[in-house]
């Protein structure tokens, strides 16, 4: 797995690694063992009457204060301070954190983390690191538009072998169906009951996440262009776009306004996981 690998080189430059997923009870009690000891090495005294103040800082969006919640939560304070826990406000949206706000994590010493408002360079002048900051949501929507980053996922996707696992979605699903229909002596009137009762109205969204990871897969495999080439994957962009509408079920008669509704429900799809996971930059070329 590429984090892994991201993990290693990491290591190799000396720099100290964690992988941690802030909903991960074990993964922060492990991070949290870890920052704890750190402090009292630094200290090197027995006096544990003393303050260590640690700053998280990253991009927006990309978890800090889900990990100060979590940090918090999880960390080695008092009954009575356990009893008036904070709460960072988490947010899919970028941005959400206005100031610095700090949380104990530890006692004996006591130790804060301060959970601090994302920071990015004044200007970025490149389009892809636009691009990739507005996919993963660090920056809003509007400053590239949701069609670009739409198109920007489907350029990563096509280029990947993540659609490769979708493969069996794609073998005649309708014939399958028809068979099994048979087999269970069922017409499809009843078949169409039957799931429904099995899946009930908000299980909708899973077949449509069926209908469109087979779709993507179809698409890219029947492509009869190069996606190494700007052009052809350009095409197969808006074939992709031209099908996924038919599976989103937006009326055509909307115009460009069906693209960027196509666009947003293909992004929401994305940023839940449904499509896969992605690491957007390569390891440098030097590993
Ligand atoms: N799956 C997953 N989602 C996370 C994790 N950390 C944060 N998130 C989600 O990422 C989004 C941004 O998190 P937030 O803590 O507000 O990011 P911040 O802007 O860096 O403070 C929220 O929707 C969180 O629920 C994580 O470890 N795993
Ligand atoms: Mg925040």
Redesign the pocket.
């Known amino acids: 797995m590429l984090v892994l690998e991201w993990k290693r080189y990491f290591e190799q430059q000396k720099c100290i690694s964690y992988g ?5 009870k074990e ?1 922060i009690k492990e991070l949290l063992n870890f920052l704890l000891a750190r402090v009292r090495e630094l200290k090197r005294t027995n006096d544990f009457n003393y303050t260590a103040v640690i700053m ?1 800082i ?13 940090l918090h939560q999880i960390g080695r304070i008092s009954a009575a301070e356990k009893g008036k826990l904070k709460h ?10 206005k100031d610095i706000s700090s949380l104990k994590i530890g006692s004996h010493p006591n130790v804060y983390v301060l ?1 601090t ?2 920071v990015l360079p004044p200007k970025i002048l490149n389009t892809e690191v636009y691009s990739k900051l507005a996919l993963t ?2 920056i809003r929507d509007c400053l590239v538009g949701e069609r670009g980053i739409a198109q920007y996922f489907l350029a990563l996707l096509n280029s990947s072998d993540e659609y490769k696992k979708w493969a069996k979605l794609s073998m005649n699903v309708n014939d399958r169906t028809f068979l099994d229909l048979e087999a269970e002596g069922l017409s499809s009137c009843e078949l169409d009951k039957k799931q429904k009762r099995q899946y009930p109205t908000d299980h909708t969204q899973d077949f449509i996440v069926h209908d469109v990871r087979r779709t993507l897969f179809e698409t890219i495999s029947f492509f009869d262009g190069n996606v190494q080439v700007g052009e052809d994957l350009s095409r197969l962009i808006e074939t992709q776009f031209t099908s996924l509408r038919e599976v989103f079920q937006v009326p055509v008669e909307l115009g460009e306004e069906a693209q960027n509704k196509v666009a947003a429900k293909l992004l929401n799809l994305f940023r839940t ?1 449904r499509l896969g996971h992605y690491t957007l930059d390569s390891l440098p070329w030097h590993t």
Not at 20 to 24: A, L, P, W
Not at 58 to 70: D, E, H, R
């Open positions: 941690v997923n802030s909903h991960n993964n998280l990253g991009i927006p969006n990309v978890g800090k204060s889900a990990l100060a919640n979590s960072a406000i988490v947010s899919p949206n970028p941005g959400e954190t959970d408002p994302g949501g660090s996981g």
